[in-house]
């Protein structure tokens, strides 16, 4: 058994920033990327940002690149978005995912977490 523990939700003006963490806990796997969807009202999930397995390579949608910054902590099992500079079309249910294997870009995961809460206000 798998669990993607989130938190850092809430919600923030326009401009501000907000840090999303996410915990692995349960079954362990030896590789892994790690990666982080949301999902607006009336929208379909979309991808946000991943970190391949080795942590070394970084990747963004265009609409967050230079606001968001992720990163990861393999003793820790944990996940970071920091988010900055917010706007209010980053309102969604961010969502922490994780794909198993020797994986660069996080495309199928195998594990979500269950999301939690951003809303920008203007």
């Known amino acids: 058994q798998v669990q993607l523990i989130e938190s850092g939700g809430g919600l923030v003006q326009a401009g501000g920033s907000l840090r999303l963490s996410c915990e692995v806990s349960g079954r362990t796997f030896s590789n892994y990327a790690m990666g982080w969807f949301r999902q607006a009202p009336g929208k379909e999930r979309e991808f946000v940002s991943g970190?391949?397995?080795?942590?070394?390579?970084?990747y963004y949608a265009d609409s967050v690149k230079g606001r968001f910054t992720i990163s990861r902590d393999y003793a820790k099992k944990m996940v970071y978005l920091q988010m900055n500079s917010l706007k209010p079309e980053d309102t969604a249910v961010y969502y922490c995912?994780?794909?198993?294997?020797?994986?660069?870009?996080?495309?199928?995961?195998?594990?979500w977490g269950q999301g939690t809460q951003i809303t920008v206000s203007s």
């Open positions: 995912a994780i794909q198993t294997g020797v994986v660069m870009k996080i495309v199928a995961p195998n594990y």
């Open positions: 970190i391949n397995w080795g942590g070394s390579t970084t």
